[in-house]
Structures are given as structure tokens and as C-alpha cells.
């Protein structure tokens, strides 16, 4: 679904993003793993079209997202994003009715009139485990973990097909973690998506993806299949990055 070849970002004299070249395809979660900095929300923005690449092409589906400097989408839409922490991504002013409603605005008039129905709105939120009397409320008045499920509503609302997930689950406490994973995983079954999955964390990595790719300084060191990596990493970063497993489940642990 989605061809990265060769891809440079510079920032004046920075290189962050090195040459990378990886592929997603449809249907599977494909994990970018790294430490801040590694150049992992980089290529998401770029892919996404906040920011234009210096160099190097990104297809989705065959077709060339960037020509130039001019960002060429798909079908309005069909790529979404959820960004790391929910209170600053949602707008503190808009309720969450009008909070669902804006992706619509790209949307053809008859789709949109369909899709902001409060039929679909209550059914939207229901989804993603909230309900119908919620939607004249502000961000401000749920829970970090409520707030993420409410962007998580606003990237489904279109349909789309692809969706990048930034660190949805480092801003949130670690018991609400799980339950925000879980509804991903749903969601993907359910309507069939495909993720790019950023983060840090590597147990994160391990529950959520097919496949993974490690960032190191804006370069793609290694590429394989979750389970092969997790069992046989070969780069001395990768076996680091692995190493931190052991203290979590050390401190989950404690408190069992």
C-alpha cells in the first residue's frame, strides 16, 4: 500500500531523515521504532503532507503523494493521523461534535451531510467506546485516555484506509495504554486499515506490529518481521533498544 524510496529530509545543515526506503502493506501494522530524534515523526509528516521531503518519493497505492513541492492526495481522507498527546491536538474551544465534523469539510457536500448525521456521530462514538451525550462536551472535561479515543473517532470519521499512529499511547497513563492498544487492534479488523505505527516503546512495538523498521539518526538500520527481531536482533542498537524489555515487565511485576 504504501512505497518509501529513498527518502532525505534536511533541516538547513540537519539531515533527519537519511535515504530510507521501506514498504507497508495492506492490511498490517508496520512499526517505526527509534529514540527522540531518530527521524520516526519525520517520515510521518512527510507521508501525511506537513512536511515536503528533500529528496526521494512516497507512493501509496502506486500513485506519487508529493510532485515537487505540491502534495498530491488520494481520495480525501484516505490517510488520517493520530498524533501523541490528544490535549493538545484537540481543540480546547470546539466541542467534540464539531471536533468530529472538521475532516468532513474536505469531503464532497452529499458525503458529508451523510457522514456528520448524529445518527453517525453517536454510532462513531460508540465505536471507540464513548456514547451520543458527549458530543456537545469540550476536551477538556474527559480523561487523557477519553480524549485519545475521541481523535481516534476523528481519524476513522472519513474512512480512510491508511492511518499513522504517532506515540498514541506515550502521553496516557500505562493502564489505559492497553485499552487504547486493544481498540486500535478492533478497529483494524473491523474496517480492515492499515497502520504505520511510531514509538519508543518497544513492548508497544512488539504487541501492535507485523513488521518493524529501527531508526537510528534519520537512518533505517534494520527491517524484519516482529518476531524474528524481537528473537534474533542484529544490530548492536536494535539489541539496546530490546534491552529495556526486561525492566518494564520487571516493574509490571512488582505490582502484580
Not at 538547513?12 to 521501506?22: G, H, L, M, W
Not at 521531503?53 to 503523494?65: N, Q, V
Not at 506515540?167 to 478497529?187: C, G, H, Y
Request: with cysteine; glycine share 8%.
Amino acid at each position: 500500500m504504501l512505497e518509501i524510496h529513498s527518502l532525505v529530509k534536511r533541516f538547513d545543515d540537519i539531515e533527519a531523515v537519511k535515504n530510507v526506503s521501506f514498504q507497508v502493506k495492506k492490511g498490517e501494522t508496520y512499526g517505526l521504532v527509534g529514540e527522540s530524534g531518530s527521524g520516526k515523526s519525520t517520515i510521518g509528516n512527510m507521508i501525511i503532507g506537513l512536511l515536503q521531503p528533500t529528496s526521494g518519493d512516497i507512493l501509496m497505492e502506486g500513485k506519487h503523494l508529493w510532485d515537487k513541492s505540491s502534495y498530491k492526495r488520494m481520495k480525501n481522507g484516505e490517510i488520517q493521523i493520530v498524533f501523541q498527546d490528544p490535549q493538545s491536538s484537540l481543540d480546547p474551544r470546539m466541542t467534540i461534535r464539531s471536533i468530529l465534523l472538521e475532516p468532513l469539510r474536505a469531503l464532497p457536500l452529499k458525503e458529508r451531510r451523510e457522514k456528520g448525521k448524529k445518527s453517525n456521530l453517536g454510532k462513531l462514538l460508540r465505536t471507540v467506546g464513548m456514547n451520543e451525550s458527549h458530543l456537545d462536551r469540550h476536551p477538556h472535561e474527559f480523561s487523557g485516555g477519553q480524549r485519545q479515543r475521541i481523535a481516534i473517532a476523528r481519524a476513522i470519521i472519513t474512512d480512510p484506509v491508511f492511518i499513522i499512529l504517532d506515540e498514541p499511547t506515550s502521553a496516557l497513563d500505562v493502564s489505559v495504554q492497553a485499552q487504547i492498544l486493544n481498540l486500535l487492534k478492533k478497529l483494524q479488523k473491523e474496517r480492515g486499515l492499515t497502520y504505520l505505527f511510531i514509538s519508543h516503546d518497544m513492548s508497544v512495538i512488539q504487541y501492535m506490529c507485523d513488521r518493524v523498521g529501527v531508526l537510528y539518526h534519520g537512518e533505517l538500520v534494520e527491517e524484519n518481521k516482529t518476531s524474528k527481531l524481537f528473537s534474533s536482533p542484529q544490530k548492536d542498537y536494535t539489541k539496546k533498544l530490546l534491552s529495556s524489555l526486561p525492566t518494564l515487565f520487571e516493574k509490571e511485576d512488582q505490582y502484580a
